[in-house]
């Protein structure tokens, strides 16, 4: 299967923006999503972990749900700083293991 | 403090292979908890899944990789390796191997800083 994400989105300072990642085919809820933020000349590191857990460290600002109605999760940051700029790459497991990435998003808090 | 360091040669010629470690500080590389992967991002594009291997040498390749991949487990270096055979401009990337802590769910969260390899005559 492929996740499909938006290729970029921008929001000001203190606003809320989500960022989606939608699954091709088979349930989005059949295995976890996770969600990596990869600021640039960087590595990425984990903001979501199993859908909607975050890892120590990661503010509360950053949350992720799954919707399967639309097959899709979803990367939501609340009261936007310009730090949050980055790119977001959301990523899954197939049912042989594999993993998926998503092609990631362009963050751009203007 | 967990750290991981990827080393090899930064240009490697088409048709050969490409050869790179991760050398791990921190934790065992033979720990059950943990499994060690591999990830590449060709220059200014997304992150593409390689594969991983489990502390008892079991591994899960991309099955668009599989036929020219390796990865191992050197424990006496605490050393995880990768080699991708047959290479072309295609496979021109920053290389990162990362971390999977299967106590605390299935995320990448140790990565190290990556290695660039280019190939080209």
């Known amino acids: 299967f492929m996740l499909t994400q938006p290729h970029s989105v921008s929001e000001s300072p203190g606003k809320t923006v989500t960022i989606s990642c939608t699954r091709s085919?088979?349930?989005?809820?059949?295995?976890?999503v996770q969600w990596y933020q990869q600021r640039p000349g960087s590595s990425p590191t984990t903001v979501i972990y199993?859908?909607?857990?975050?890892p120590s460290g990661v503010p509360d600002r950053f949350s992720g749900s799954i919707d399967s109605s639309s097959n899709s999760a979803s990367l939501t940051i609340s009261g936007l700083k310009t730090e949050d700029e980055a790119d977001y790459y959301c990523q899954s497991y197939d049912s042989t293991n594999h993993g998926v990435f998503g092609g990631g998003t362009k963050l751009s808090v203007l | 403090q967990v750290q991981l360091q990827e080393s090899g040669p930064g240009l490697v010629k088409p048709s050969q292979t490409l050869s790179l470690t991760c050398a791990v500080s921190g934790g065992s590389i033979t720990s059950g908890r943990y499994y060690w992967s591999w990830i590449r991002q060709p220059p200014g594009k997304g992150l593409e899944w390689i594969g991983y291997i489990f502390s008892t040498g079991s591994t899960n390749y991309s099955p668009s990789l599989k036929s020219r991949l390796a990865i191992s487990l050197d424990s006496s270096k605490n050393q995880v390796s990768l080699r991708l055979g047959s290479v072309t401009a295609a496979d021109t990337a920053v290389y990162y191997c990362a971390r999977v802590d299967t106590t605390i769910g299935r995320y990448l969260d140790y990565w190290g800083h990556g290695t660039l390899v280019t190939v080209s005559s």
């Open positions: 199993d859908d909607n857990q975050r």
């Open positions: 085919s088979g349930s989005i809820a059949s295995t976890y």
